[in-house]
C-alpha cells in the first residue's frame, strides 16, 4: 500500500511561486509512475504533469509546460512540482497520484490507484 501526503500549498499573487511537495511511504519514488493532478472549482480533476518510473520520461499539460516542473528525490521519497508565474487559473486542490505502471499516456487520472489528500493553491489577481 502507497500513502501520499502533500504539502505546500498556499496563497499567492499572480506571477509567484510555490513549490508543491508528495512525501510517498510504502513503496519508493524510484519504483512508481507518478503525476499531478488539479481540481479547480466547478471543474473536472485534470492532468498537470507525469514523471515515469523507468525511462523518467516527463509529461506536462499545455496550460502548464514552461512553468511548472516535476522532479523526484529518491533520497527524501519525495515528489515535487515547482510552479513559477502562477496565473489566477491555476487556482485549484492538487493532487499527487501514484501507481506500478500507468503505461505510456499517463494523463488519465484513472490510471492512477493512489492519491494524496491534496493541497490547496490559490493565486489572487
Known amino acids: 500500500q502507497v500513502q501520499l501526503v502533500e504539502s505546500g500549498g498556499g496563497l499567492v499573487q499572480a506571477g509567484g511561486s510555490l513549490r508543491l511537495s508528495c512525501a510517498a511511504s510504502?513503496?519508493?519514488?524510484?519504483?512508481?509512475?507518478m503525476g499531478w493532478f488539479r481540481q479547480g472549482p466547478g471543474k473536472e480533476r485534470e492532468f498537470v504533469a507525469s514523471i515515469l518510473r523507468n525511462s523518467g520520461f516527463i509529461n506536462y499539460a499545455g496550460s502548464v509546460k514552461g512553468r511548472f516542473t516535476i522532479s523526484k528525490d529518491s533520497a527524501k521519497n519525495t515528489l515535487y512540482l515547482q510552479m513559477n508565474n502562477l496565473r489566477p487559473e491555476d487556482t485549484a486542490v492538487y493532487y499527487c497520484?501514484?501507481?506500478?505502471?500507468?503505461?505510456?499516456?499517463?494523463?488519465?487520472?484513472?490510471?492512477?490507484?493512489?492519491w494524496g489528500q491534496g493541497t490547496q493553491v490559490t493565486v489572487s489577481s
Open positions: 510504502g513503496r519508493t519514488v524510484s519504483t512508481l509512475d
Open positions: 497520484a501514484a501507481d506500478s505502471d500507468v503505461g505510456y499516456v499517463p494523463t488519465g487520472a484513472h490510471l492512477y490507484r493512489y
